[in-house]
């Protein structure tokens, strides 16, 4: 097995930091998107689970979030995401031209999963979708959708806090660790929430029927950061002939990292298994 950390230049040469698990045999390609401030090593068990059974995995820091390029918080265009995990796909494809490809998009990379699939869906597999970013956020009307939307016009870089710690997880020590993680931001500029929350929102909504991949959409019962109904209304409106929604009862925002993360990863692992 190996184990290779390393930085990839991306299309406009930002370093992307990322990580490689790759068993000696790998029956599948497995590649992680992490979610909004966090980053690649808070998967450190999921790719371990993984690659224990014989699944490759890539795993890497979106721009401006733990040890890749670019200014802490920051996104100039949502598209830049899309464009930094194509390189990741490419990277795996090249290596393993004959694996199928899966992906695997957390919260705000589920945001990123979706678009990449609208875009380059030929290139996968299937996905699968934890708690995804998939519609509005509730939060983001009113005069918080006003503000963020005037300080993108006059001061993109102007930092806005917004610290849902208390809700990612029912396990107190996994909220403690995240609030102690020197990796995990705690505030984001206008821009990066415009181009995530509104403007790619936007165009994600917009789309949305025209995707069609396998996919396996997971979410928990009691999450506060984005609703489980995002993910059923996802789940109605796609046209992928292939789907599936599993809903976690008593579960958080982070269901990989909640009490039944086993049983979250065993479900993603079946489904996989299946398709290959």
Known sequence: MKNTTNRLASFDGTLLWFKKDIPNDPKAILVIVHGFAEHHQRYNHVAEFFMNQNMGVYRFDNRGHGKSGGKVGHLVSYENYIKDLHKIVEMAK????HLPIFMLGHSMGGFIAVHYGLIHGGELKGQILSGAATHYNPSMKGIKKWLVTNLNKIKKDTLIANDLSKWISKDPQV?????????VFK??????????????????????ENFNLPCLILHGAEDHIIKPEVSQWFYDTIQSSDKMIKIYPEAYHEILNEEMKAHVMEDTLNWILDRI
């Open 94 to 97: 090249n290596e393993f031209p």
């Open 175 to 183: 909220v403690e660790t995240y609030r102690n993680d020197p990796m």
């Open 187 to 208: 505030k984001a500029t206008a821009s990066l929430y415009y181009q995530f929350l509104i403007e790619g929102m936007n165009e994600l909504v917009k789309n949305k």
